[in-house]
């Protein structure tokens, strides 16, 4: 059974940086593609960044600036995020691309606040 686990999330100040990771387990299969998305409360979930099983990288334009991806999808898939806001407050959750199948993770927090 396939396990997507987001970790590293955590209560930060404005100004702070914070890395998550995100592990793919339980599977054979080729990893396709892990991206991460985040939720604000009361917002639409929100596309940040996806890596490529060939290492190709894309952004959510408006978070390149502050926010990189990085890793292995067959092993760990970071987020880097530099110079958060508050506005950055939400569930930051992966997806990862398994063949033709989807698979969330359950999300870590990310709070920034004084």
């Known amino acids: 059974q396939v396990q997507v686990t987001e970790s590293g999330g955590g209560l930060v100040q404005p100004g702070g940086s914070l890395r998550l990771s995100c592990v793919v387990s339980?599977?054979?299969?080729?990893?396709?593609?892990v991206r991460w998305y985040r939720q604000a409360p009361g917002k639409e979930r929100e596309f940040i960044a996806v890596l490529t099983a060939s290492g190709r990288v894309t952004y959510e334009e408006s978070l390149k600036t502050r926010f990189t991806i990085s890793g292995d999808v067959a092993k760990t898939v970071s987020l880097q995020m530099n110079n958060l806001e508050p506005e950055d407050t939400g569930v930051y959750s992966c997806?990862?691309?398994?063949?033709?199948?989807?698979?969330w993770g359950q999300g870590t927090q990310v709070t920034v606040s004084s």
């Open positions: 339980g599977t054979s299969a080729d990893i396709t593609a």
């Open positions: 997806r990862a691309q398994v063949g033709v199948n989807y698979y």
